[in-house]
């Protein structure tokens, strides 16, 4: 019984712990964006790595959500005899829900898994130690251009994301189920208003900080998770970790920011 | 002897129920090389963690010069990191960039010299240790030896005053590893640094030592030379010269029992 009540007490000391930290290493990333020197070119060549080289991700998840939620909205809307509203139900969908969840999590299993392979590499080689002897800050010179580039690249990723996805509607809809297009993006014109939109690229900027904050946090903390094990077992547990916990988190905050804008 | 330029006052180190430093009291000289000698997991690494401040004590003072770093704010022990170089034990280059990028990196981050400076004082440097023509290669082609010579040419850039090497010849074969003691020999006469090396290399690494420390259970023993290891007639040097300068085997039958 005591064992039991020692192991409960001592993982919540743990959680509080490593909230602690966590909570620290965001203060120091963001700190970080006005210490000088400003590594404007590493901002540069993570933008290319985390955004640019991830569109052809996007671009396919984009175009077959938009394709699904065509035929699925016009096999629904059918019912009723409201086929002219697909383009409205195809766009608000994705402005103000799939595209910018859909985007975050595409862009977590794609380029946070391997910031967290990254960093988490570089501390267990004691890569990490060796900046902060050679009193570079590791968090100017290593996480926070990974944090600028995330914030700028997912916003824009589901902007991209949102208008391929109206255009894979428009294949299914009206090239396929010969919806009429006029109506199509009558519907989009007439539905979509500056709050939807507002409300979507609120939602990207927020689950940027997330993806980042998680996938990063976990690759520099790695040799102080618990159970994560050391060695390459170690960064592989502290990579799963950092995409289960940015996938949830991006959900669970979905439902906030709807809860809280609506 | 010259003055203590780092000095360990009663200092406790704990991870979770182990205590691997207990009331550590210590000093290394300036100018001078302390040779850190111990089994492994007595506490050689966390001692050169915590003099270079990646790591905190649980109690204790660590004085560098006179000032006490445990209590110092992050900018003014940057400060003093600035007079710390070092060779950690798998030379930890940063695998993204050349050894070109890895040597100049301190320059870069550090000083205010131009970008022609910086490359004729790195080309100058990677001359010394024999990398010219390597510039352009990453760390994962290169061999453990000259993994190590990027390592030291890069903690070398700053012109350190101190020194810190945690296993500088592991894992290398030993023709390289005298290499690496020829080049700490040479490079210690040219920048004159006070150097601290963490090494299992018994007995060969005593031929760079003006002090040699044993680390046994938490307690650091101190002894002015090399030389006085054989003399000693404290059991847990005895102990520690029989099993790492001795024969493999304590006696001949022992040995043809095998």
């Not at chain 1, 993570?46 to 998840?61: D, E, K, L, P, Y």
């Not at chain 1, 910031?115 to 988490?120: K, L, N, S």
């Not at chain 1, 902007?159 to 009429?180: K, S």
């Not at chain 2, 966390?46 to 649980?58: E, F, N, Q, R």
Request: glycine letters at 10%; proline letters at 3%; a positive charge.
């Amino acid at each position: 019984m005591i064992s039991f009540v020692t192991r409960i007490g001592d993982s919540f000391l743990y959680l509080v712990r490593d909230q602690g930290r966590m909570g620290i290493f965001l203060m120091s990333a963001v700190m970080g964006i006005f210490a000088r020197p400003f590594r404007f070119r590493e901002v540069v060549r993570q933008i290319r790595i985390i955004g640019a080289n991830s569109f052809a991700v996007i671009f396919f998840t984009a175009i077959f959500t938009g394709m699904v939620l065509g035929l699925q909205g016009y096999y629904t809307l059918r019912k009723f005899g409201s086929e002219g509203l697909l383009g409205s139900a195809v766009a608000l969908s994705l402005i103000r829900e799939l595209g910018p969840v859909l985007t975050a999590l595409m862009v977590t299993g794609r380029a946070g898994s391997a910031m967290c392979a990254e960093i988490g590499i570089m501390r267990n080689t004691e890569q990490i130690d060796a900046l902060e002897c050679m009193a570079v800050n590791p968090f100017r010179y290593l996480i926070t251009p990974k944090f600028l580039a995330t914030i700028i690249s997912i916003p824009i990723l589901t902007q991209f994301f949102n208008v391929i996805g109206i255009a894979g509607g428009y294949v299914a809809g009206v090239l396929l189920l010969g919806v009429n297009p006029g109506a199509y993006y009558n519907g989009i014109e007439q539905s979509v208003v500056n709050e939807d939109i507002n409300l979507g690229i609120v939602k990207s900027f927020v689950f940027a900080l997330l993806v980042v904050w998680i996938c990063t946090g976990r690759g520099y903390f790695v040799h102080i998770l618990r159970n994560a094990g050391f060695g390459a077992e170690g960064v592989s547990r502290a990579t799963t970790q950092a995409v289960v916990l940015s996938s949830i988190s991006v959900l669970v905050w979905d439902y906030l920011i709807t809860a809280i804008m609506l | 002897m010259s003055p203590p330029i780092i000095e360990f006052r009663n200092v406790v180190k704990c991870f979770g129920q182990q205590r691997v430093l207990d009331g550590v009291s210590v000093s290394f000289a300036a100018g001078m090389t302390t040779v850190i000698a111990g089994g492994s997991g007595q506490g050689k690494s966390v001692t050169l963690k915590l003099i270079l401040g990646l790591i905190s004590p649980d109690s204790g003072e660590i004085l560098v010069n006179g000032r006490d770093i445990t209590k110092m704010k992050l900018s003014e022990l940057n400060r003093i990191r600035e007079k710390f170089g070092v060779l950690f034990q798998g030379a930890a280059l940063l695998d993204s960039m050349t050894v070109f990028e890895n040597v100049s990196l301190p320059l870069r981050e550090r000083t205010n010299y131009r970008s022609q400076e910086i490359v004729d004082r790195v080309k100058k440097m990677l001359a010394q240790f024999d990398l010219d023509g390597h510039e352009e290669k990453y760390p994962a082609q290169l061999s453990g030896g000259m993994k190590k010579r990027v390592g030291l040419a890069r903690a070398l850039m700053l012109q350190p005053e101190i020194m810190l090497f945690d296993e500088p010849t592991t894992g290398l074969d030993p023709q390289i590893t005298m290499d690496i003691y020829r080049l700490f020999f040479q490079m210690q006469k040219q920048f004159g640094y006070t150097s601290i090396i963490v090494s299992h290399d018994i007995p060969k690494v005593f031929n760079l030592a003006d002090q040699v420390v044993l680390l046994n259970k938490g307690k650091m023993i101190t002894f002015l030379s090399p030389e006085d290891i054989p003399l000693s007639m404290d059991p847990r040097i005895v102990t520690f010269a029989a099993e790492t300068m001795g024969n493999i085997y304590s006696s001949r039958k022992m040995e043809q029992n095998i």
